[in-house]
């Protein structure tokens, strides 16, 4: 028996009180209770809390249990969002959800439900928090914007994405289609004890394919919705607090003191922690009293009526701070709601406002102070989706500013844009944009790291752009980020942004180009039909435009598309004609690429002479290091498929080195599952085997469709 059990038993029997009578009133079984006084189960500090309340043991049996000192230890990941001070009360439902995460064996999933504001994020964040220790192996927080106003749910695929690269799993080994993805996620747990935290959920369909295998994780969910479907999950409801807690929390907030006008205060916000913090910032923002605070509350009844209803409450009790607002804070909290529905960084907004670095703080901390919006250490500003949902529709300014705002957002986007990709990507052909150059990033990696912050951000500010007029800024961005949504694999982005700047392209040869861009996402995907479809129109763009350049890209795009088709001879027509041009034009690298786009289309022909001549000359040609490494592991196709298995070996070998050099595990894996497929040849299962799992261990989705030695291997 523990120091715990021995005095929570002493204390229950002093009190002339049963197991069972103590279990309903701190809301634990009976068989829980008789664990926890003979010392077979381990207590944390939340259970301990509430057998000391329910006991009225003043602290003391708490006190047994010690307050677990913030952070963590092991490797895993420390994901959680910090508490926040006012959270008060809930002990009942902090000890059951603190239970089910970390004392039962039968709950995998716990849901935490209720109604918009009612604190559901709160409460999961402080039980997370309270069960942190017990998960070594980390502890991860995902907003799923199952509910965030102006902003679609996450797809399940991109959370998995998203999963997948908080657990290291590098961009180009992250597969497309949710099934790999779940599957891969599911791997990756194995054998691991981690708690995810999915906020903001909106469906079971959305929450199910993120649920881990491994029985050793658990997962904890919110969502306004019941979850019902979720049949295995145990569910906790966030409600209303209790009268006392309601004015525990406008104290905390607000500073006013514990009498009846701030019982009635706590009791017209309908006891819901959202209008409470909002009501508590508008006392403590000084110019209100507590009487004043009631009287306007009764005033507005009817709608303080609905707060059990939803956002029509909420937005009442949003108003209460809204009006109090000075002008110009009314206008930066009205285009808070214009900018997308992603945290934004201040120079963003100080473009969106026309505001200067010091007026901006000013007034996004008087905001702050408001509970309006959030500000992160790191600088970033957030709006709650319900906050979002009230400023949408009462405080979005008019027509001609929000124009106005969208249009130096735009401007800011592209330039910082411009600047990242010119940082990531020095050598690539871009059309000329514009605008006004912003400062350049100091190297690539800080280039990259910005985009991966900020794309949500910008593939809005692309739908902004085309849904105020700005198509020709809408056409730029869109460009500019395909480099970025190429190497990062993020095709849904890609695809989004690129259709809606098509919708919008002011002239044809802007078309083209959006349209080829569209069918090398395709390609990506593996949608040769689209893809094909999308070149051969972005041609036929280019040509009406008299964009010579563009139309031979569009032909050369789709003869690859062809070779991967299968439609070889009309593929090598189509790279020869492109080829003839590159070389008139002097544009070199787009020779060498050509020049392996007909090595392989003649290897596919059983030209082998023929082909080996390309691929040598494309060897020659090439100077970036990629580009060589990309004509060594051809010249090693076309060895394997001449049946010249010893010039094979050397070929993939070198292009494995090369690799090596280049960081390219895309081709490294090609090289090494040539190797393996050499070794097969040859009659060694043993090498292949060995070189195909080190092909493996590289964790990089080699499509058989577009590339040789992944079919050769799976045949």
Same mark, same amino acid.
């Given at each position: 028996?523990?120091?715990?059990?021995?005095?929570?038993?002493?204390?229950?029997?002093?009190?002339?009180?049963?197991?069972?009578?103590?279990?309903?009133?701190?809301?634990?079984?009976?068989?829980?209770?008789?664990?926890?006084?003979?010392? =077979? %189960?381990? #207590?944390?500090? *939340?259970? @301990?809390? &509430?057998?000391?309340? /329910? !006991?009225?043991?003043?602290?003391?049996? $708490? +006190?047994?249990?010690?307050?677990?000192?913030?952070?963590?230890?092991?490797?895993?990941?420390?994901?959680?969002?910090?508490?926040?001070?006012?959270?008060?009360?809930?002990?009942?439902?902090?000890?059951?959800?603190?239970?089910?995460?970390?004392?039962?064996?039968?709950? =995998? %999933?716990? #849901?935490?439900? *209720?109604? @918009?504001? &009612?604190?559901?994020? /709160? !409460?999961?964040?402080?039980?997370?928090? $309270? +069960?942190?220790?017990?998960?070594?192996?980390?502890?991860?927080?995902?907003?799923?914007?199952?509910?965030?106003?102006?902003?679609?749910?996450?797809?399940?695929?991109?959370?998995?994405?998203?999963?997948?690269?908080?657990?290291?799993?590098?961009?180009?080994?992250?597969?497309?289609?949710?099934?790999?993805?779940?599957?891969?996620?599911?791997?990756?747990?194995?054998?691991?004890?981690?708690?995810?935290?999915?906020?903001?959920?909106?469906?079971?369909?959305?929450?199910?394919?993120?649920?881990?295998?491994?029985?050793?994780?658990?997962?904890?969910?919110?969502?306004?919705?019941?979850?019902?479907?979720?049949?295995?999950?145990?569910?906790?409801?966030?409600?209303?607090?209790?009268?006392?807690?309601?004015?525990?929390?406008?104290?905390?907030?607000?500073?006013?003191?514990?009498?009846?006008?701030?019982?009635?205060?706590?009791?017209?916000?309908?006891?819901?922690?959202?209008?409470?913090?909002?009501?508590?910032?508008?006392?403590?923002?000084?110019?209100?009293?507590?009487?004043?605070?009631?009287?306007?509350?009764?005033?507005?009844?009817?709608?303080?009526?609905?707060?059990?209803?939803?956002?029509?409450?909420?937005?009442?009790?949003?108003?209460?701070?809204?009006?109090?607002?000075?002008?110009?804070?009314?206008?930066?909290?009205?285009?808070?709601?214009?900018?997308?529905?992603?945290?934004?960084?201040?120079?963003?907004?100080?473009?969106?406002?026309?505001?200067?670095?010091?007026?901006?703080?000013?007034?996004?901390?008087?905001?702050?102070?408001?509970?309006?919006?959030?500000?992160?250490?790191?600088?970033?500003?957030?709006?709650?989706?319900?906050?979002?949902?009230?400023?949408?529709?009462?405080?979005?300014?008019?027509?001609?500013?929000?124009?106005?705002?969208?249009?130096?957002?735009?401007?800011?986007?592209?330039?910082?844009?411009?600047?990242?990709?010119?940082?990531?990507?020095?050598?690539?052909?871009?059309?000329?944009?514009?605008?006004?150059?912003?400062?350049?990033?100091?190297?690539?990696?800080?280039?990259?790291?910005?985009?991966?912050?900020?794309w949500p951000v910008l593939a809005g500010v692309v739908e902004l752009a085309g849904e105020y007029g700005l198509h020709r800024r809408c056409a730029q961005l869109a460009l500019l980020l395909r480099a970025f949504f190429f190497r990062e694999k993020l095709f849904e982005p890609w695809l989004r942004t690129h259709r809606v700047a098509l919708e919008v392209a002011a002239d044809d040869a802007t078309a083209g180009m959006l349209l080829n861009n569209l069918g090398m996402a395709h390609v990506e995907r593996g949608e040769l039909a689209e893809a094909a479809d999308c070149h051969r129109r972005a041609r036929e763009r280019c040509l009406a435009a008299g964009d010579e350049r563009g139309a031979v890209d569009a032909l050369s795009s789709l003869a690859w598309v062809r070779l991967y088709q299968g439609e070889v001879e009309e593929a090598l027509r189509g790279?020869?004609?492109?080829?003839?041009?590159?070389?008139?034009?002097?544009?070199?690298?787009?020779?060498?690429?050509?020049?392996?786009?007909?090595?392989?289309?003649?290897?596919?022909?059983?030209?082998?002479?023929?082909?080996?001549?390309?691929?040598?000359?494309?060897?020659?040609?090439?100077?970036?290091?990629?580009?060589?490494?990309?004509?060594?592991?051809?010249?090693?196709?076309?060895?394997?498929?001449?049946?010249?298995?010893?010039?094979?070996?050397?070929?993939?070998?070198?292009?494995?080195?090369?690799?090596?050099?280049?960081?390219?595990?895309?081709?490294?894996?090609?090289?090494?599952?040539?190797?393996?497929?050499?070794?097969?040849?040859?009659?060694?299962?043993?090498?292949?085997?060995?070189?195909?799992?080190?092909?493996?261990?590289?964790?990089?989705?080699?499509?058989?469709?577009?590339?040789?030695?992944?079919?050769?291997?799976?045949?």
């Open positions: 028996m523990t120091e715990l059990g021995q005095e929570l038993r002493r204390r229950r029997l002093s009190a002339g009180l049963s197991l069972a009578a103590l279990a309903a009133t701190a809301h634990f079984t009976k068989g829980y209770l008789s664990k926890v006084e003979t010392g =077979r %189960v381990r #207590v944390n500090r *939340g259970v @301990a809390e &509430a057998y000391d309340k /329910a !006991l009225g043991a003043g602290g003391e049996l $708490a +006190a047994l249990v010690p307050v677990r000192p913030p952070g963590r230890e092991g490797p895993g990941i420390a994901g959680l969002p910090a508490g926040t001070r006012h959270f008060l009360g809930r002990e009942s439902e902090l000890a059951a959800l603190s239970t089910a995460l970390v004392e039962s064996d039968d709950v =995998r %999933v716990c #849901v935490v439900h *209720g109604m @918009a504001g &009612a604190g559901k994020t /709160a !409460l999961a964040v402080a039980a997370a928090r $309270a +069960a942190e220790r017990d998960f070594p192996d980390g502890s991860v927080f995902l907003d799923l914007r199952g509910h965030t106003p102006g902003a679609s749910p996450l797809s399940a695929e991109e959370a998995l994405r998203q999963l997948l690269r908080l657990f290291e799993v590098p961009a180009e080994e992250v597969p497309t289609g949710l099934d790999a993805r779940a599957n891969l996620f599911r791997g990756r747990l194995r054998g691991r004890k981690v708690l995810l935290v999915l906020d903001n959920a909106r469906s079971a369909a959305q929450i199910a394919p993120l649920l881990p295998g491994e029985p050793a994780c658990r997962v904890l969910v919110t969502s306004r919705n019941r979850l019902s479907a979720l049949d295995d999950a145990w569910h906790q409801e966030a409600g209303l607090l209790d009268p006392g807690d309601a004015v525990a929390v406008l104290r905390a907030v607000g500073g006013v003191p514990a009498d009846e006008v701030a019982a009635e205060v706590a009791a017209l916000c309908g006891r819901l922690p959202l209008a409470l913090r909002i009501a508590g910032a508008r006392l403590a923002a000084g110019g209100w009293t507590p009487e004043r605070l009631r009287r306007r509350l009764a005033g507005e009844h009817t709608r303080l009526a609905a707060l059990d209803d939803g956002e029509r409450g909420v937005a009442a009790a949003f108003a209460v701070s809204y009006e109090g607002l000075p002008e110009e804070q009314r206008r930066l909290f009205g285009l808070l709601a214009v900018h997308p529905a992603a945290p934004a960084e201040a120079a963003a907004l100080e473009a969106l406002a026309g505001a200067g670095p010091g007026e901006l703080d000013h007034l996004l901390d008087r905001l702050h102070d408001a509970h309006l919006v959030t500000l992160a250490p790191e600088g970033l500003v957030g709006l709650h989706d319900l906050v979002r949902a009230f400023a949408l529709r009462h405080a979005r300014p008019g027509t001609e500013d929000r124009r106005a705002a969208v249009g130096r957002l735009t401007e800011y986007a592209t330039a910082r844009v411009l600047a990242a990709d010119e940082a990531a990507e020095p050598d690539r052909y871009r059309p000329p944009v514009d605008c006004e150059r912003a400062a350049p990033f100091p190297d690539a990696d800080t280039a990259l790291a910005w985009l991966r912050e900020q790279l020869e004609e492109t080829l003839s041009v590159y070389r008139a034009a002097g544009r070199m690298r787009n020779v060498e690429i050509a020049m392996r786009g007909r090595a392989l289309a003649l290897t596919e022909l059983r030209r082998f002479a023929e082909a080996a001549e390309q691929a040598a000359e494309a060897r020659s040609l090439a100077r970036r290091p990629p580009d060589v490494l990309m004509a060594v592991n051809c010249q090693a196709w076309i060895a394997f498929r001449r049946g010249e298995h010893e010039a094979a070996e050397r070929l993939y070998t070198e292009a494995a080195e090369l690799a090596d050099l280049a960081d390219s595990r895309y081709e490294r894996a090609r090289a090494l599952t040539g190797l393996g497929n050499t070794a097969r040849a040859r009659g060694d299962a043993a090498a292949a085997a060995r070189w195909w799992a080190a092909a493996d261990g590289l964790r990089v989705d080699l499509p058989p469709v577009v590339l040789g030695e992944a079919r050769v291997r799976a045949g």
